[in-house]
Structure formats: structure tokens, C-alpha cells
């Protein structure tokens, strides 16, 4: 399926041709031909449709580059001397500032595989080093992935912390939105937190807490699904969560000040700081743990039963919220096939269409202000996801897996989430 502009990357997917190098690269390291080995090897870390790989075979060397959002992990693999050495340049010193190499070093201490150091005096790198034989392919894939990764996340927070004393460094390779999807995305990102910040008092008022956390929630992993900010925008975003299931360190209601207050001061920063972090980035290495459909279903079977008391006492967009929130939160925490975070797509597409309209992601599939559906639209995209998805689940048949109610929005999303818990995600290899 064709990788969507929506949602987190994930790498837990691969098709059919990548588990083989996956193989391939095993048996060759366990007979010692490490050059065949660790060709398989960057072969399987490869995305073909997003080119985030490449390396040169030098016989007795193999240079590589890893591409990891606004990171670049590049390395050499030499033979002859049986080194591995790889390294990420996260950023530039521009004067020496104690608090930040103090930064630096207890960030050390979190590495099980890599270290930050200092490269020509000024150069904040990630570097990973081993010798062949402690190069095996399974330990070799997390250490990239940690230097990757951790690269990714730290560089625009260190020189967003560290502002006056570290700058970005290799970030070119990055790919901006136009302008103009910038401006819906910003557009979008304070209409969304405004529409909370006017519907949670009343709600409050009431001690409705777990409705406030609903929309609190839904609000977060939305702009995360649908406005895919990197950087610190998306940093912001994962302490926001991180602050809710903090669990009985906070009451639930001292949990929703402090993410409140974060959200009001993030709408205070200038527009510029908001929509820089609005870029497009190659993936190699997914952020979350991949899923198994029955992740997905037991979050869709614990939640929708929630919508009856709200549904009943005529909080009817709480009820709306709960049912969404199944797979909102499977959006944020797991790293999802493209089939599911296609699933996810269309359910956005229902509860946003001028969004959508407006981003050119496709017809509206429904009117808000008639409250009717697209119906043929809808069951066209269902059948596009589903095909796509073909070579991988050749099982998947929505449309059979229950009847979908166009009756009412919570009906439809009760039907629809139901189906989806009763699809058979049995791979075709």
C-alpha cells in the first residue's frame, strides 16, 4: 500500500522480498561473510518507495547512509580492519556552555549502545563503533536505530534549550510543506485547541474528567496523526500524554491543568516557531513498538462501550469522542501497517472533511452541515485501502465484516470501528 501522509513510520511491516535479506543477512554473518551479510542487511533496512538507504560496496569496505527524519546516520563497515563505525551529526557547538555539555552526558548515561561526542571541537555527533564480531546483525539494527533515532528527537530540542550555544547542522536534506499547507496546518492546530479550550470548562464544571480526557486525548493524537509535526512541536505533544498517564502522581484534573496550561503556551509562541516544525522526513527506523491487530481491537472493545452514558444524557459529541478514541489512541502508541493507519485515515476524513478538502487530501466524505454521508465515496475508499493492502493481508474484507450504519455519526463510527475488530489480519507470508 502506498505509504500515507498521515501517522507515525513504522518498520514493523515489511514485505515479503525484506524478510528474506532479513535471512539472507543472518545465515551470511552466522557463516563469517560479513559482506554479504551486511549488503542484506542495509537491503532490509531499505524502503524502496522512500529511498531512505544507500551505501557503496567498495569489495573491502561498505559505505552507507541511513536517513532518519532530519538526521543522516552515516558510517563505514570496513573488512579489513573488521571495524563498524557510524555517526550522526546532531549539532553545532557554536560556543562552549557547561549546562549543555552537562545535557550531553546525562543523555550518555540513557545509551545502551551509542555515546554523544565531540567531533573537531565543535561538532555534537552520536557515534557507534564495534568490531565485526560483535557486529551481529540483531545488535547492529538497535544500535542504528538508537543513533538514529535519538539524533532525530535530540537536535532541535538542544537548540531549542540551548539556543544561544547550539545551532542545526545537516538538516538539508529535509522537506518543507509548501507555505500554503503550512498555513492550513497552523490554521488547523488553533482551531482545534480552541474548540477545546471553550468546550472543557463547562464539562469541568460538572466533573465530567473523563469526558474532558477524551477530548484532551483525541486533540492530541489528532494533531499528531493528521498535522505529523516533527521537532519540538512533536516533543510537545508526547509530554502531553506523558503528563496524562502519569498516573496517581496527579489527580486526573491536576494532570488536565498542566496539559492545558502547555497547550495555551504553545498558541502564545509565535506562528513562525509553530509552523517550522510542519515538514515531511524519511523514515528507516519506527518511534513505537508495532502492533498486533488484537492491540487494536481490544482498544476499540474497551472504549466504545463508554459512548452509552454520555450518548444517553446528552453529551452527544463526548459519546462521538469516546468511540473515536479507540483507534486515536492505536494512531499515537503503536506503530501500525498502512492498511490500519488507513483505517484511521478514513475515520479522520469523516470527523475532519474540510480539513481534508482543504489539505487536498481527497472529496468530502461527509456534511457537517447536513449530517449525510458520501456513501459511494466512502465504500470506494474502503475498497482502495483494502486492495492495496492485498499483497500482505489478502484476507481483509471490510465490507463482509459487518454492516456499516449511515444513520447517524456515532452510528456510523460504532459500525465502522466494530467492523474493523472483526477483520482477519492473517499475513500472506
Known sequence: MTKLPFGRYSDGFKPKSKNDKWNEC???YGEKNYLNAYLAF????????????????HQNSISFKIIQGSKILR???????????????VAKLERKSIPAMRKLLEFNFNLNYTRFALKDNDIIVLKYDSDLDGGHPSKLYYAFKEAANKADKQDELLTSDFANAISVIDDSH???????????????????????????PPLEEKGLDYAVGY?????????????????KLMHDLETMNQIYWKGNEMSIRDRHREIINLLKEILNRDKAQIT??????????GITKPAHHNDIVNSILSTNPNHEWYKNNGYMDIAIASVEYGLSYC??????????????????????PDFFVEMGHG????????????????????YQIQTESHHYFPYINLLGAGEIKYTSLLDFLLSYTTAITKLNYERAF
Open 174 to 200: 529535509i522537506i518543507h510543506d509548501s507555505e500554503a499547507h503550512k498555513e492550513i496546518k497552523y490554521k488547523y492546530f488553533v482551531k482545534w485547541c480552541n474548540d477545546f479550550l471553550e468546550r472543557y
Open 215 to 231: 477530548l484532551l486525548l483525541n486533540l492530541i493524537y489528532k494533531m499528531d496523526f493528521l498535522l505529523g509535526p516533527e521537532g
Open 331 to 352: 494512531a499515537f502508541h503503536y506503530g501500525l501497517p498502512e492498511i490500519t493507519k488507513g483505517w484511521i485515515a478514513l475515520m479522520y476524513q469523516i470527523l475532519e
Open 363 to 382: 472529496e468530502k466524505l461527509y456534511d457537517t452541515s447536513t449530517h449525510t454521508f458520501n456513501i459511494p465515496a466512502i465504500m470506494a475508499k474502503i
Open 276 to 285: 517550522k516544525d510542519f515538514y515531511h522526513s524519511i523514515c528507516t527506523f
Open 26 to 28: 543472518y545465515n551470511a
Open 42 to 57: 542495509l537491503e532490509y533496512l531499505k524502503d524502496d518507495e522512500l529511498n531512505n538507504v544507500s551505501y557503496t560496496n
Open 75 to 89: 558510517g563505514e563497515i570496513d573488512l579489513s580492519h573488521q571495524k563498524i563505525i557510524a555517526e550522526v551529526p
